[in-house]
């Protein structure tokens, strides 16, 4: 089986200007002459846990095993330049998935001009999993780190948040060249993408910065996703828990200096918007601002991997 796959993605990979030597040896060869340093990241989903395999086309499944990994790349400012994919499939019909796998990422691959330089695959009696290690490199302006929001920028995010898991969980857009546009025109201090969940993914943020954040939660633009999935429920759990806990959203939490913030809001430089939802403060922690000006704790809420 796995020689059969290596040959028919051979057939499938057109070549790159980045690889030297690509599938068929024991590993890749890449041109980063022009690099001096590399971004390496590394995503790993699996079924039963980031999807439900049977419910769901594995087309679907490849391209978000690629785009949730770009999006990693998004929040350093980072350019992709190479994959190597690693797929521990089950015994049955592990030819037919694997296809149907890189029939999901290779389009996304393509639009994104990354090389597919080379991977692994393994057959067990256990779920699907999929491994991407993605290399990417700095653009002139340099690294978009977590640990550099400062107290006084502005928490300036892109798109809109809650209710991912009706559909938009796969489909989403890594924010790939729009990170890349912000960083070349604005200055921007930190940044992160939204993978576990609005509020903890800031909370991240602010932790490894050694500062606090205050939400206004008015602000926070909630998808209509996240009304539809409040409905849905009938939990009583309101949109905007939802907007700042469900995850899956991939958009980006960036710390803008105010000044470059107030810039940015008024050129809206992107085809997705930009908001403001609130500012860094000098203490640790979360705070939210509700629309009555009354100020609390903002527990952070998302999703958390329990070992």
Known sequence: MESQFIAWLRERLPPHPLLRLGLGDDAAVLRLAEADECVLTVD???????????????????RKALAANLSDLAAMASRPLAAVIALALPRRGGMDLAVQLYEGLLPLAE????????????????PLVVSITLIGTLTERGLLRRDRARPGDRIVVT???????????????PRVREAMLLMERY????GIDVS??????????????????????AAVPVAGDAHRFARQLADGSTPLDHALADGEDFELILAVP???AQRMLAEQPLEVPLTAIG?????????QIDAEGVQCRLQ?????HEF
Do not use: K, M
Request: with cysteine.
């Open 196 to 217: 576990d969940g609005l509020s903890i993914d800031l909370a991240h943020l602010v932790q490894e910065s050694g500062c606090g954040a205050v939400v206004q939660t």
């Open 258 to 260: 105010p000044d470059e």
């Open 279 to 287: 500012r860094f403060v000098a203490e640790p922690g979360l705070w």
């Open 44 to 62: 790993l989903l699996t079924d039963h846990v980031d999807f439900e395999l049977s419910e769901v086309d594995p087309r679907q499944v490849g």
């Open 300 to 304: 952070p809420q998302g999703w958390q």
């Open 187 to 190: 200055r921007l201090h930190a």
């Open 159 to 173: 798109g809109s948040f809650g209710g991912s898991i009706l559909g938009r969980h796969f489909d989403f857009e």
């Open 111 to 126: 639009q994104y001009d990354l090389a597919i330089a080379g991977g692994d695959t393994n057959s067990w009696d256990g």
